[in-house]
């Protein structure tokens, strides 16, 4: 009832898309593990600062307070990849997503310590020898040390690298830092290094719910079955129409270059994340043949049924019209965003308090947040009701760049402008000539009319 998993060796193959797979293997690894490194004026550029609450992206701060940006920049996300998706497939899959980066970073160094496809099945499958320890122990330890190197850079980015880096030289590093480290570089280890296609297959729930955002105009690898049907071994000088033949000779090759494991010959499965390996296998065998290329190809159902292809249809124009929408609020609101955070919170304790001279007081606690990396003097003031005034010294407030001041004030008018409960304005304006102003409404509480 329960068969194991049967190990997959890759075959190594080149190939337009083998060196485009490279490419984008090293970019993108190369960008992760650089990225933490980068400084911006004395700070790290990158650096998400849970502790603090401030997310640092290059010159911009970030704040709690700035969630729904998280939020509009997750469903551009999502969106990008159903346009993406229904385009050209899982093109994200085949060449960006980390569990494929990950993966190819580890095959490498299996080949380089265990040599190619047939190698390393006859080395798994011989005793334990020297050469069997040397090979599966220096493999173990390029892997081992790639994990960890993985789970430093990850912390990286929620801790000062450089930091980090001083506390781990010294064996200064604290409990938690070092449990993500690891937790994260095991996991890197697991899912790179032995899980692999099992993460893709049954794992991954895009591979689940891919077939939703396909149709029939949808650029997928597929297997050109009215040309390579019916297969079968044949001698390079034979003419395949003479013999009966496709032009599928049958090799195996496309299969045993699949990191998944898949014959691509059998359709379209959501197993196959388009990596294109049987593409560049295909190719090279069409080439020694001396047939056309593209016998396993990008195509459409359509095209393969010798149908018309629409790239332009309703669901693209939905998905870019989306896309176009939300990247431009994005983009102006970030553009138009004031660095200052006002938050008002009004004292509950009491209504309100009556003074000498008929004055109505109401207590408040403010909180300044500035968002910007300089120090800022900040003016405070307030409108709404007819008379009414901030008593206090603190009508000028100075904040660090990224601090918070936090005071309280009282805030008072005359008892015949105070009836009931009332709409006011707390206004913070920075004193510099940005002309950056901030007004956060409330309630100022009166005696009844």
Same mark, same amino acid.
């Given at each position: 009832m329960?068969?194991?998993?049967?190990?997959i060796y890759p #075959?190594?193959?080149g190939g337009?898309?083998?060196?485009l797979?490279k490419?984008?293997?090293i970019?993108l690894?190369?960008l992760f593990?650089l990225?933490p490194?980068l400084?911006?004026?004395?700070?790290?550029?990158?650096?998400?600062?849970?502790p603090?609450r401030?997310f640092?992206?290059?010159?911009?701060t970030?704040?709690?307070?700035d969630?729904?940006?998280?939020? =509009?920049l997750?469903?551009i996300?999502?969106l990008?990849?159903f346009?993406f998706?229904a385009?050209?497939?899982?093109?994200w899959?085949?060449?960006a997503?980390?569990?494929t980066?990950?993966?190819?970073?580890f095959?490498?160094?299996?080949?380089?310590?265990?040599?190619t496809?047939s190698?390393r099945m006859k080395?798994d499958?011989a005793p334990w020898?020297?050469?069997k320890?040397?090979?599966?122990?220096?493999?173990?330890?390029? %892997?081992i040390?790639?994990?960890?190197?993985?789970?430093?850079?990850?912390?990286g980015?929620?801790e000062?690298?450089r930091?980090l880096?001083?506390?781990f030289m010294? =064996?200064?590093v604290?409990?938690?830092?070092?449990? %993500?480290? !690891?937790?994260?570089?095991?996991a890197?280890?697991g899912?790179a290094?032995?899980?692999r296609e099992?993460?893709c297959?049954?794992?991954?729930?895009y591979?689940?719910?891919?077939s939703a955002m396909f149709d029939?105009?949808?650029?997928i690898?597929?297997?050109?079955?009215k #040309?390579?049907?019916?297969?079968g071994?044949r001698s #390079?000088?034979?003419?395949p129409?003479?013999?009966?033949?496709?032009?599928?000779?049958?090799?195996?090759l496309?299969?045993?270059?699949?990191?998944?494991?898949?014959?691509?010959r059998e359709g379209?499965q959501?197993?196959?994340i388009?990596?294109a390996?049987c593409i560049?296998?295909?190719d090279?065998v069409?080439?020694?043949m001396?047939?056309?290329r593209?016998?396993?190809?990008?195509?459409t159902?359509?095209a393969?049924?010798?149908?018309?292809?629409?790239v332009?249809?309703p669901r693209?124009?939905?998905y870019g019209?989306l896309l176009?929408? =939300?990247?431009?609020?994005?983009m102006?609101?970030m553009?138009l965003?004031t660095p200052?955070?006002l938050?008002?919170?009004?004292d509950?304790?009491?209504?309100?308090?009556?003074l000498p001279?008929d !004055?109505?007081?109401n207590?408040y606690t403010?909180?300044v947040?500035n968002?910007?990396n300089?120090?800022?003097?900040f003016k405070l003031?307030i409108?709404?009701?007819q008379g009414?005034?901030l008593?206090?010294?603190?009508?000028?407030?100075a904040?660090?760049g990224?601090?918070?001041f936090?005071l309280?004030?009282?805030v008072r008018?005359?008892?015949e402008?105070a009836?009931g409960?009332?709409?006011i304005d707390?206004?913070?304006?920075?004193?510099?000539d940005s002309?950056?102003?901030?007004?956060e409404?409330? #309630?100022f509480l009166?005696p009844?009319?």
């Amino acid at each position: 009832m329960y068969e194991s998993q049967k190990k997959i060796y890759p #075959r190594e193959i080149g190939g337009r898309f083998a060196d485009l797979s490279k490419l984008a293997t090293i970019s993108l690894l190369g960008l992760f593990y650089l990225i933490p490194w980068l400084m911006w004026n004395d700070r790290q550029a990158i650096l998400f600062d849970l502790p603090a609450r401030k997310f640092y992206l290059v010159g911009l701060t970030l704040w709690p307070q700035d969630f729904p940006y998280l939020a =509009l920049l997750l469903i551009i996300a999502a969106l990008s990849l159903f346009f993406f998706t229904a385009l050209a497939g899982r093109l994200w899959c085949g060449f960006a997503c980390p569990q494929t980066v990950w993966t190819e970073a580890f095959i490498w160094m299996e080949q380089l310590t265990e040599g190619t496809r047939s190698q390393r099945m006859k080395l798994d499958k011989a005793p334990w020898s020297w050469n069997k320890i040397r090979r599966k122990a220096s493999k173990q330890f390029l %892997w081992i040390a790639f994990s960890i190197w993985t789970g430093f850079t990850f912390v990286g980015y929620f801790e000062p690298i450089r930091e980090l880096n001083h506390q781990f030289m010294t =064996l200064t590093v604290s409990g938690w830092t070092a449990f %993500w480290g !690891l937790f994260y570089g095991f996991a890197t280890y697991g899912n790179a290094g032995y899980m692999r296609e099992q993460v893709c297959k049954y794992m991954c729930p895009y591979a689940r719910f891919q077939s939703a955002m396909f149709d029939k105009d949808t650029l997928i690898i597929s297997y050109d079955e009215k #040309r390579g049907e019916p297969r079968g071994g044949r001698s #390079r000088a034979a003419d395949p129409k003479l013999a009966g033949l496709g032009d599928c000779i049958d090799c195996q090759l496309c299969v045993q270059v699949c990191p998944t494991g898949i014959d691509i010959r059998e359709g379209l499965q959501y197993e196959c994340i388009a990596c294109a390996a049987c593409i560049d296998a295909c190719d090279s065998v069409m080439d020694k043949m001396n047939y056309p290329r593209g016998l396993v190809r990008y195509t459409t159902e359509h095209a393969l049924k010798s149908k018309e292809t629409h790239v332009i249809r309703p669901r693209m124009m939905v998905y870019g019209a989306l896309l176009m929408v =939300l990247v431009g609020v994005l983009m102006s609101s970030m553009a138009l965003r004031t660095p200052i955070i006002l938050d008002v919170i009004r004292d509950r304790n009491s209504l309100y308090r009556e003074l000498p001279g008929d !004055l109505i007081e109401n207590i408040y606690t403010i909180k300044v947040i500035n968002q910007s990396n300089d120090a800022r003097v900040f003016k405070l003031s307030i409108e709404g009701v007819q008379g009414i005034h901030l008593d206090g010294e603190y009508h000028e407030v100075a904040v660090d760049g990224g601090g918070v001041f936090s005071l309280p004030l009282r805030v008072r008018v005359q008892r015949e402008h105070a009836r009931g409960v009332m709409k006011i304005d707390f206004i913070a304006e920075a004193m510099d000539d940005s002309g950056d102003r901030r007004v956060e409404d409330s #309630r100022f509480l009166g005696p009844s009319p």
